[in-house]
């Protein structure tokens, strides 16, 4: 069974930098895909970003392409979110999740292929 442990998280001004952190442990989690996903108040759930660990692809929602990244796993099995030029709609509670599939430009958008999910971290962004 895969657990995940998000940290990172904060109040930022606009413009600003932050970084999540994921923890993924677990049998095989290695060659998991795993994704951040986020949820501001009174909205739906929606994809921000997803990579295959295995082929190191990486996918991103349009509002987000440039400005956040994740970059490949390290040896601690602990994927990242760096996201830069922070704005105020980038507001929510993020979400790390982790599936047993090789993700693709679609795949990783569907939050309901992900079988795992971390507890999630609220990211504030004042203008």
């Known amino acids: ?30 060659t998991y895909s795993l994704g951040w996903f986020r949820q ?7 994809f921000v970003a997803a990579i295959n660990w295995r082929g190191g692809n990486s996918y ?36 790390c999740a982790a599936g047993s599939f090789a993700a693709t430009q679609i795949t990783a958008r569907i939050w309901k292929v992900y079988t795992a999910w971390g507890q999630g971290t609220q990211v504030t962004v004042a203008s």
Do not use: H, I
């Not at 501001?40 to 929606?46: F, I, L, S, W």
């Not at 990242?80 to 509670?93: I, Q, W, Y």
């Open 1 to 30: 069974q895969v657990q995940l442990v998000e940290s990172g998280g904060g109040l930022v001004q606009a413009g600003a930098s932050l970084r999540l952190s994921c923890a993924a442990s677990g049998r095989g989690v290695s």
């Open 40 to 46: 501001a108040p009174g909205k739906e759930r929606e």
């Open 60 to 95: 991103y929602r349009d509002s987000v392409q440039g400005r956040f990244s994740v970059p490949r796993q390290n040896a601690n099995n602990t994927m990242s979110l760096e996201m830069n030029s922070l704005k105020p709609e980038d507001t929510a509670v993020y979400y």
